[in-house]
């Protein structure tokens, strides 16, 4: 038998750097669940993206156990390392920050793609484009499907 759902967390925490301080402790202990059980294994599983900004959706259970699922870095993050940022513009429409090329949009279309509500590379560089406009961040040459 299934165990019964009694809710749903998400957290972004860097990858390999959960601990039991705010905000995950705060959170996790809020709804009764083990913190360094949890912080044990998101260690173990996000070791290979150190240092990256991970979503991470955790399952809670009626019993106090969970199950978490790790998710791709948010695109703006991405955007934001692809460019070299600290921050994106206050005024994207009127201030740029930083410049990508359509092959970076690319390149991060395709690591975000399993998370993004996306079948093929257009659609999702399209999404990627438009997080990186409303950073600020001008996107340098053509749209490879303009070229047509």
């Known amino acids: ?13 860097k990858g390999g750097a959960a601990n039991p301080s ?26 290979e ?3 990256q900004v991970l979503p991470v959706l955790i399952t809670i259970y009626t019993d106090k156990s969970f199950d978490f699922v790790i998710k791709t ?3 703006a993050v991405l955007v934001m390392n692809a460019a070299k940022l600290k921050k994106g513009s206050a005024e994207s429409n009127r201030t ?3 410049s990508i090329t359509w ?7 395709e690591t975000k793609l399993p998370d993004l509500n996306a079948f093929d590379i257009q659609p999702a560089m399209r999404m990627v484009a438009g997080t990186a406009r409303s950073m600020g961040v001008k996107i340098t040459g053509d749209a490879p499907w303009a070229n047509n």
């Open 22 to 47: 705010p905000p995950v402790g705060p959170a996790l202990g809020s709804k009764g669940l083990n913190i360094m059980e949890f912080c044990k294994q998101f260690n173990a599983r996000s070791q």
């Open 49 to 51: 993206k150190q240092g």
């Open 73 to 75: 870095p948010p695109a």
């Open 96 to 98: 740029k920050v930083g």
């Open 1 to 13: 038998m299934a165990k019964e759902i009694s809710g749903y967390l998400k957290l972004q925490i």
């Open 103 to 109: 092959d970076q949009v690319k390149e991060i279309a």
